[in-house]
């Protein structure tokens, strides 16, 4: 008979080699509702609100989804403004933000599309690729490419109150974002990008947001388990650790 601890430890070695197939699959044609428990926040907080929504207030937030999704991620927002406080990036810049991550696998390594509000507004798509590191302590702000589209169009103005959608899909290497259905950047994010494993997610930086989050239905068989929360202080050499 097996031992419950070699049992474990076999289905922990075996999640990288499924992950591998799960979050390289396209978008798929259906979306599920994302609640607060399917969301591993790894930094700053995220609430729940009247009418089941969730909010952010704190200047840095970052979360990934854990449950089995595509590369395909909807938020449905409120814009409230800049928080209170506000808190420079790594880099020193000071800039109001918020967007959905991609292929997450890491702090270190993932795809992310930046709805910028100040000191520009503007829509970034970034890739951020830092091999053999995997903390925000061990790349801190390098690695970052920002892309350039192959087609793009304006954001619209944001103002406290506002509501719209952003939504990002990914297939392969081609990457769409729209807001309120309108495309608003399409290209391809490269080879490199594209091998990245992980799952989708959101962060924002100085900005109040009211929300909802849909993530693309997975395409195909997975395990009956969801991904733990998984904090980056604590690395295993048994499985990535999606961020």
């Not at 609430?47 to 991620?73: C, F, H």
């Not at 109001?96 to 520009?120: S, T």
Request: net charge positive.
């Amino acid at each position: 008979m097996k031992s419950p601890v070699n049992s474990y430890c076999a289905r922990v070695l075996l999640i990288p080699l499924v992950l591998g197939t799960a979050f390289a699959q396209a978008p798929a044609g259906n979306w599920f509702r994302v609640r607060r428990g399917s969301l591993c926040v790894t930094e700053g907080t995220i609430a729940e609100t009247a009418g089941d929504r969730l909010s952010v207030s704190v200047p840095k937030m970052r979360a990934y989804v854990n449950t089995w999704a595509s590369q395909a991620i909807e938020l449905r927002f409120t814009y409230n403004g800049s928080t209170q406080k506000k808190v420079a990036l790594d880099s020193g810049e000071m800039r109001q933000q918020f967007g959905l991550k991609l292929r997450a696998q890491d702090a270190c390594n993932l795809v992310y599309a930046m709805w910028r509000v100040e000191p520009e507004s503007k829509l970034v798509v970034s890739v951020k690729r830092n091999p053999g590191a995997h903390t925000s302590a061990a790349c801190g702000e390098r690695g970052y490419e920002n892309l350039t589209p192959r087609r793009a169009a304006d954001l619209p103005r944001l103002r406290p109150g506002e509501s719209h959608t952003l939504r990002a899909e990914m297939r392969k290497e081609e990457l769409q974002v729209f807001v309120d259905d309108r495309e608003v950047w399409a290209g391809e994010v490269g080879a490199d990008a594209a091998k990245i494993e992980g799952p989708v997610g959101i962060r924002s930086d100085n900005a109040q947001l009211q929300f909802e989050l849909k993530a693309g239905e997975y395409a195909g068989v997975h395990p009956n388990y969801v991904l733990g929360c998984k904090s980056e202080e604590a690395p295993t050499r048994l499985s990535r650790r999606p961020y």
